[in-house]
């Protein structure tokens, strides 16, 4: 399906210009927006032959009232609108919640209400659940929480052993690994439900 995408995961810092480019890809770039990406663990991007054609990250500058203490945020997606409802959101949904929860955080994701496709996957997902919703600036968003079957998920992983022996080595920075997903109970709900990417991106809270 992603034959022609090419997915590039970094936990390094955004330049202003790499910046500039990834805020061609939201509706809202703002103070909140930019604190986002100064804080992130993981950005994931998806380019077609150079261009880039979606992002989202993971981050742990948390306003949302969740009750975890560790909680990391799964933010700033966003689709082109002529990338759509090509799985592509699923997949990155995916690779930044096993990096969150090998990272030992607990990912958290917030979702308004006004998206229904987004939190109608959230809800049937098995690998998130609901843990309350709050108001912001008077919309109605829910927050998800990672069940302990996303902690299964992610220990079932190929990479998930390699990982946790290249952990214990002193001294050497690991890469983030470039993950496979395809037989995931996130893209299993994609292949029966049909994949829905929403027509606009989450709001950036």
């Not at 500058?61 to 203490?69: E, G, Q, R, Y």
Request: charged letters at 20%.
């Amino acid at each position: 399906m992603f034959e022609n995408l090419n997915f590039s995961l970094s936990s390094l810092c955004v330049q202003p210009a790499q910046r500039d480019e990834l805020a061609t890809l939201y509706t809202v770039v703002d103070q909140r927006w930019h604190q986002k990406f100064d804080r992130l663990s993981l950005l994931v991007t998806v380019r077609d032959q150079g261009t880039l054609v979606a992002a989202g990250l993971v981050h742990d500058s948390i306003v949302a009232p969740t009750s975890s203490m560790n909680a990391v945020e799964l933010g700033c997606m966003a689709v082109r609108a002529d990338y759509r409802r090509l799985g592509i959101r699923q997949h990155v949904t995916s690779l930044r919640l096993a990096h969150a929860l090998r990272s030992g955080k607990t990912p958290i994701s917030v979702i308004d209400s006004q998206n229904p496709a987004s939190w109608a996957f959230y809800e049937r997902s098995e690998l998130w659940q609901r843990e309350r919703s709050f108001e912001h600036e008077g919309r109605l968003k829910f927050i998800y929480q990672a069940t302990e079957a996303a902690w299964q998920w992610a220990a079932d992983l190929p990479q998930a052993s390699a990982d946790q022996v290249a952990i214990q080595l002193p001294g050497a920075a690991q890469p983030v690994p470039s993950l496979a997903l395809p037989a995931s109970p996130m893209h299993r709900f994609a292949a029966q439900f049909g994949s829905e990417d929403p027509a606009s991106a989450v709001p950036v809270m």
